[in-house]
C-alpha cells in the first residue's frame, strides 16, 4: 500500500497492489472517489453515491447490489441513473484546484 498526498494538499491517494486507488478527503476522512483499474482498456471510477465514469470495458465489472435484498444488477440496467461521467470529472476538478 502507497499513501501520498495530492501536490495541492487536499487530497490523499491511498494505492494497492489489486488495482485499486482511492482518493480521500482528509478533511472529512473519507474516499471521494474509487479507481479500478482491470487490464489494458478497462477501468472503472466510482463514487460513494454510486454514481461512475468506466470504459466501456470496464463495466463488465461493474455490478450493483440492493441493500436488503442483496439483488444484484449489471451495470447496464442502472446506467441513466448512475452513469455520470461529467459528475466523476466535476468532483475530481473541485479537488485539483488550488
Same mark, same amino acid.
Given at each position: 500500500?502507497?499513501? *501520498?498526498f495530492s501536490t495541492n494538499? *487536499?487530497?490523499?491517494?491511498?494505492?494497492?497492489?489489486?488495482?485499486?486507488?482511492? $482518493?480521500?478527503?482528509?478533511?472529512?476522512?473519507?474516499p471521494f472517489l474509487y479507481r479500478y483499474y482491470f487490464g489494458p482498456g478497462a477501468w472503472l471510477d466510482l463514487m460513494p453515491d454510486g454514481r $461512475?465514469?468506466?470504459?466501456p470495458e470496464g463495466t463488465r465489472y461493474l455490478r450493483?447490489?440492493?441493500?436488503?435484498?442483496f439483488n444484484s444488477y449489471p451495470a447496464q440496467d442502472l446506467i441513466d441513473e448512475f452513469y455520470q461521467p461529467g459528475a466523476v470529472k466535476a468532483v475530481?476538478?473541485?479537488?485539483?484546484k488550488d
Amino acid at each position: 500500500l502507497s499513501v *501520498k498526498f495530492s501536490t495541492n494538499g *487536499k487530497y490523499l491517494i491511498a494505492a494497492g497492489a489489486a488495482g485499486r486507488i482511492q $482518493f480521500w478527503d482528509p478533511l472529512k476522512g473519507t474516499p471521494f472517489l474509487y479507481r479500478y483499474y482491470f487490464g489494458p482498456g478497462a477501468w472503472l471510477d466510482l463514487m460513494p453515491d454510486g454514481r $461512475f465514469n468506466a470504459s466501456p470495458e470496464g463495466t463488465r465489472y461493474l455490478r450493483y447490489t440492493e441493500l436488503g435484498t442483496f439483488n444484484s444488477y449489471p451495470a447496464q440496467d442502472l446506467i441513466d441513473e448512475f452513469y455520470q461521467p461529467g459528475a466523476v470529472k466535476a468532483v475530481l476538478l473541485g479537488y485539483m484546484k488550488d
